[in-house]
């Protein structure tokens, strides 16, 4: 039992958040096109916006570390990373590593440290939407670097919504009127709470992984999306088997029960989230989401509390798998 302890004490240290040093205070340049060699840390500029409404929002500059394959090539294909409300976390490098043996350019992004935020246990912080605010920011860098071709998009969690969402025209017009669109995209056990018109034109591929046994996150508001839009053949949804959210992190090797966090389970139209024609986030009901107050008021609303985290190797293996085959029918 003891040393059952002492692992336990030893993973959690490896894992704990640590104060890191924004490099963009550094004067560090802020780059506006890309032809970088090598793996760099790279500022960038993005807009620091709760929804898709950008009028009187504020410009930041925060930062993504690009990493290259080992073997060089004349053209690369990108992949941008998006972590969850936990933040960017170790188990993540195992999906850099992946990715870069595999031959693809990883860009991971920090989107908490320019925002002074370590963890989000509220989940309200910041929006999904201000992911992929980051994560489109992102992809117009990229697309500046001459030997990067297609590029897809991954996040996990609340980082997951922005992969989702990128599947719909409606969501990209928005930004820079759609003249960037990721080319595929893969949410890993993401909040799928919010839905769209049955006749909405979908275009970026879309790969969304759910755990069949997640209770933060459940499936469930997934698996209603999927059928909603799975006509037009660029949607596909896997669930896996005996998967907890974060099944991928092997810091949750021997499983954590969190009384206070909300399981998301409850679908209503009090509870299902849209985007007004001004870029707005709302309630099917038609309840504004203008920030922090009003998400959090909703995530007390439609939840019950306590929910279960596991490691999964199985799930975790699988995910590599599907993951890479996704990306290479979709990019090559």
Request: proline fraction near 4%; glycine fraction near 6%; aromatic fraction near 12%.
């Amino acid at each position: 039992m003891k040393i059952i302890w002492v692992l336990v004490l030893v993973t959690t240290a490896l894992n704990w958040p640590t104060s890191k040093t924004n490099p963009c205070l550094e004067k560090n340049k802020v780059y506006e096109t890309l032809n970088l060699k090598k793996n760099a840390t790279v500022c960038f500029n993005t807009i620091d916006s709760y929804d898709l409404d950008y009028k009187g929002k504020d410009a930041l500059t925060i930062y993504g570390k690009i990493t290259f394959p080992p073997i060089q090539k004349k053209k690369y294909d990108a992949v941008i990373l998006s972590h969850g409300s936990g933040g960017i976390r170790k188990y993540h490098n195992n999906y850099i590593k992946l990715l870069n043996n595999n031959g693809y350019v990883v860009f991971q992004i920090d989107h908490y440290l320019s925002r002074k935020i370590k963890y989000d246990k509220t989940f309200s912080k910041v929006s999904g939407i201000t992911f992929m605010n980051d994560a489109y920011k992102a992809l117009e860098l990229l697309k500046t670097h001459p030997e990067i071709n297609k590029i897809a998009y991954i996040g996990w969690s609340q980082g997951g919504v922005g992969p989702i969402l990128s599947h719909f025209s409606f969501v990209s017009d928005f930004i820079n009127n759609g003249k960037h669109i990721f080319d595929a995209s893969i949410a890993i056990y993401p909040y799928c709470g919010f839905t769209f018109p049955k006749d909405s034109i979908t275009q970026t591929p879309l790969l969304i992984l759910t755990g069949k046994d997640d209770d933060l996150t459940p499936e469930a508001a997934c698996i209603n999306l999927f059928d909603k839009f799975s006509k037009n053949k660029k949607i596909k949804h896997i669930s896996l088997e005996n998967a907890r959210h974060g099944y991928d992190n092997p810091f949750l090797y021997f499983g954590m029960t969190f009384d206070n966090l909300p399981s998301l389970h409850i679908i209503s139209n009090d509870c299902t989230l849209t985007i007004s024609e001004s870029g707005k986030i709302m309630t099917l009901s038609g309840k504004l989401i203008h920030g922090p107050k009003e998400s959090s008021a909703i995530l007390d609303e439609c939840s019950t509390k306590g929910v279960k985290v596991k490691y999964n190797s199985k799930a975790r293996e699988d995910t590599n798998e599907y993951i890479l085959d996704f990306l290479k029918e979709n990019l090559k």
